[in-house]
């Protein structure tokens, strides 16, 4: 019976706990949709402009960012785990609309013709 309670015991802690650890330098949601938003841009130039460097790219985002490339890796990690992510995705097609406007419509469009594409958040 002892032996029960502490296994029930055991189990009720691990249930409670989250799947990952909160990084020691977590980025906020905030500074994570900025960077999201920056790769965004980031991939859809090298995708225009073939046989460039995205990486060169990505750590210049990084570094104006002053966000280290591991911290950057952890926060994700963690934010994918705890479901957060799709609020920051959202938030960081949120900045990319104010950015360029006219690209509502594009996505809209885009969103119409394949299925699998979330909708437009605004």
Known sequence: MRR???????????????????PKNLLDKDK????????AINDQVTNTYLNKNLES???YILKSHNVKADDFVE??????ATGK?????????????EKDPK??????????TNTNLPKLVR
């Open 103 to 112: 690209a509502k419509g594009f996505v809209e469009s885009k969103s119409k």
């Open 4 to 22: 029960l309670i502490g296994l029930l015991t055991f189990l009720f802690l691990v249930s409670c706990s989250e799947y990952i650890d909160k």
């Open 57 to 59: 790219g990505t750590r």
């Open 85 to 97: 992510m799709n609020k920051i995705v959202d938030d960081a097609q949120e900045i990319l609309l």
């Open 75 to 80: 926060s994700y990690k963690y934010y994918v």
């Open 32 to 39: 994570m949709s900025e960077v999201i938003a920056d790769l």
